[in-house]
Each structure stands twice: as structure tokens, then as C-alpha cells.
């Protein structure tokens, strides 16, 4: 069993970012919109912000307080679109209840959009074209499975979970790289059956759900899942101890796939449209 | 076995969407760009224009020779956005080489792209929120087995081909409907087994693949292909001879998803935004 290790290679292309940025003519300029005070959205956006400065790229985190109208959050956002100096717009969710989320990030521009969350580059990502940002989750999915040269066309990829932030983006972009996609969720029949037929297992589902002896021989185990357990444990969706065992490659929960996000986020934030 | 009546039940549709455009205070006009002298691009041409002649739909067709330019044709489809009077635009596919098709669907106003190819309403399409139009064939796939009460929930559907205008936007369809989703296609390993698997299973390959002793008992099989076998007779992906006996429901070629594609191209066209 192979560890795949989410916090080194996240550091490599930490540095690849920090390297390209360090030649680009104009320097990137990321702005990150916090809305109320969720202690975890802070925490994310503090992440963001210090992984930005790392690599070389300039942030700027706008807050406003759980108050701001829809309209106003809009206005932002438009001023944001329109001034060259911003080269990336990111809206931390979630947003308050009486802000509609779909009209906040529809209005971000897609050549800024770096959480590639915006119907034009979601909509170009399942035409097969080439969207202006991935979504940074699946992106750094696919970049962890590609420094440990994974196969993936051809391979039995099943994705649990259905989420716009990562289920549906990682079918579209294994999809595109030829694996054969199954894509399960709550109204799912005998999902053991189908984890069992995974090469590669994607699981997104943020609750204890891969067991041992559900997943195939030396398949490659993908857990995006992160929650505290009953003793306030960090863990994910994986029961590593007992499934790691008979996997090929396994990513751990801390240390896989969040630190991958970060990186794979940075490389969008990198780009200048 | 219970036959898929395709032909039947688009006549139903068609007469909902005829009642349903008697009392649209503006006519809707569709307006078709056909680019050279492909025969068989006449041929579907013609069938659009006459169903929508049958349902109170102002139709035009705007025909233009194979030289012309990218830019001309961009030019025509600014116009036909900006033209209050229409409110469908299709550019018939295939065009021509030196044009870019991307281009040229990425520039119809999603508010007037009937067939629901914009990266917009494909994007949409992808989140789970409403596009202005969902393609025709899926969603004319999706009339047809509503109309035999087949139930989707939580079934197990394979779709072959991963075509944008079939294959991936029937299977967003499908997860929407929260049936378990599986896309196979050239590089899928083991086709047959997967096929076994499906209660619902759509072919849109485009060749004979769906042979005797491969569907699971009383499976929904849907076949999208339409060709010419060696004699000249029009076929599909089923071996409906053989497949049939054995299947719960199942499309013919031609008479199934063919008319229903047409129905649902016409529903969409009966849109006013």
C-alpha cells in the first residue's frame, strides 16, 4: 500500500506556482470575499490567504458582516470584474440564507472565477472544451493521482457523491481523462456493489462510508471526506486502518486532499486572463 | 416486452405544445441556419421546419453556401440575438471546416439556443440549476420513458457514448433524476458487464453493439443510434430481434428516439424568454 502523500506533493506544486508567478509580467492579484462570521470559512479564507502570499500572489480578503444585501454583495463583485488589477474572485461559501449563492457566483466573471464554479466554465468542462479554471478540488485530485502516475484511462473510476464542489466536476475530468465513470449518491443501490468495482475510488460524501473488505485489491482510494469524529478526531469518509491494508494507494484524512485543494486553488490563482 | 412508441407518443407532445403555442400571446420564431449542401442536414432541416409549421411555430431557414466565412456567420447570429422577433436559434451541425463550431454555438444568446449546446445551459445543466433549454434527444428520451412510467430513482443506468449532444447531457439528466449513473465509452474495459448491470439502458454509439444475452431481464433499453445496415435498411445500436424478448421496454429504430427528438426540439422552440 502507497501512501499518497497530499501534504508533500501539494508542497511540489506549491513551488511550481511560487516559480511561474515569479516570471509573470503583472503579479496575480486574488481576492477573497468573506460574508458573516462562520469561524470555519474564516479559517479557509486565512488558508487561502497565507498560501497566496507563499507562492508570491497578492491577496486582498473583502468582509462583510452576515447583514450585506444581495444587491451590495453584487455591486462588489461587478466593481471587482471591472478593475484590471484583480486577476481572481473567490466568494467563500456558505453565504447567508437570504443571499441567493447561484446569483452571486453566476455574476463573477469567468476569466476571474478561479473556483471554476461559474455555468460557462462548468458548462465548458462538460462540452470538453477548456474552461478558464477547473474546479480546485477535482484539479488537485487529478494532479495527486498524476505524480503518482495512476492510471486513469481506461480505469473503473466510481465517485461518490454528487456535489457541485467535487462529485459531478471529478466525473466530467475523469471522464475527459477515459476512465469509465459511475457517479453514486443517496438514491444509490447497493453501493458496496459498486465501490467494489472501482479502480480508482473517489469518496466526497463527508460521512464514514468505505469500509474494509468494500473495496477492490490494490484499487487507489481517493477520500475527499473531512469531519471530527466522536472524539473530535479529524477523519474522513474512509475507515483507513482496516481499508488501507488491501488498497494499492490510499490518500490519508488529514494530509491527503485537503492540502491538495489549497495547491491546485494557487495554480488557478496563478493564471492571468 | 412493451414497445417505446416513439412515433405515438411525439404526436402527443406535439399537440400539447400546438395547444400550448395557440395561446402564447407571440408567435415564437425559429430560426435555422443551414451552412452547405450536406443532404442529410437538408433532410433534418426540413423536418424541423414542417414540425413547426404543424405546431403554430414561425419557422425561417437561412441558407448560405459552404464558403462562407466564420466571421459572416457570427455576424448573422449577432444579428438573429439582437432581432426581438426571434426567439430560437439552431445552426445545423456539422459546419463546415475553416469554421469553428465552438465558436459558433458559444455566440447563440442562451436564452434563444434551443438545442441547449451553450456552455451556459450545458453549465447549468451540470450544477442543477435550470437552463433556458435541455438538449432535445435526452430530453425527448427522458418524455418517452415518463410517458411508460419507468421509473428513474434510484436506477441503475448505463449510458453508451459520451457525445455532447446525447451521451454526457443524458447522463446529467439522469443523475438529476437520481438514477446511478455509468458512462462507457471507447476506452471502457468490459462493456458487456456494465450493460448487464443497467435497468436503464441507453445506447448512443452509433454501430451495432447491443447484442442477444447482454441487457439484463426486463431492462429498459433506449437505442439513439440511427444508420443504414449493408442492405440499406435503417438500424441502431440494438440487435432488436434478438435483444428484445428479453428486455421490459425497448425503442425501435427508426420510430423511437427519432420523432421524440423532434417533439422535444419543438417543446423547446415553443420557449419565449
Known amino acids: 500500500m502507497i501512501l499518497l502523500d497530499g501534504k508533500a506533493v501539494s508542497q511540489k506544486i506549491l513551488e511550481r506556482v511560487k516559480a511561474k508567478v515569479s516570471t509573470l509580467a503583472k503579479v496575480p492579484h486574488l481576492v477573497v470575499i468573506l460574508v ?86 462548468v458548462g465548458k468542462l462538460a462540452i470538453g472544451l477548456e474552461p478558464y479554471f477547473y474546479p480546485a478540488t477535482p484539479q488537485g485530485i487529478l494532479m495527486l493521482l498524476d505524480e503518482y502516475k495512476i492510471p486513469i484511462e481506461g480505469a473503473d473510476a466510481v465517485v461518490l457523491g454528487r456535489s457541485n464542489i467535487v462529485g459531478k466536476p471529478m466525473a466530467q475530468m475523469l471522464l475527459r481523462r477515459n476512465a469509465t465513470v459511475t457517479i453514486c449518491h443517496s438514491y444509490t443501490k447497493g453501493v458496496e456493489d459498486k465501490i467494489k468495482t472501482a479502480d480508482i475510488l473517489i469518496s466526497a460524501v463527508g460521512k464514514k462510508i468505505v469500509r474494509c473488505k468494500m473495496v477492490r485489491n490494490n484499487s487507489c482510494v481517493v477520500d475527499v471526506g473531512i469531519f471530527r469524529d466522536a472524539n473530535g478526531k479529524l477523519t474522513g469518509d474512509v475507515d483507513f486502518d482496516f481499508v488501507s491494508p488491501s488498497c494499492g494507494y490510499i490518500s490519508p484524512v488529514p494530509g491527503g486532499v485537503g492540502p491538495m485543494t489549497i495547491a491546485s486553488l494557487m495554480y488557478n490563482a496563478s493564471k492571468v486572463y
Open 36 to 121: 458573516g462570521d462562520d469561524a470555519a470559512s474564516r479559517v479557509y479564507v486565512n488558508n487561502k490567504k497565507k498560501a497566496a502570499e507563499k507562492v508570491g500572489i497578492k491577496s486582498t480578503v473583502i468582509e462583510k458582516n452576515a447583514g450585506i444585501s444581495e444587491e451590495d454583495l453584487l455591486t462588489i463583485i461587478k466593481d471587482l470584474n471591472n478593475d484590471e488589477d484583480v486577476t481572481g474572485i473567490l466568494v467563500q461559501l456558505p453565504l447567508p440564507e437570504h443571499i441567493d449563492k447561484n446569483k452571486i457566483v453566476e455574476s463573477i466573471s469567468p476569466k476571474k472565477d478561479v473556483d471554476g464554479f461559474t455555468p460557462e466554465n
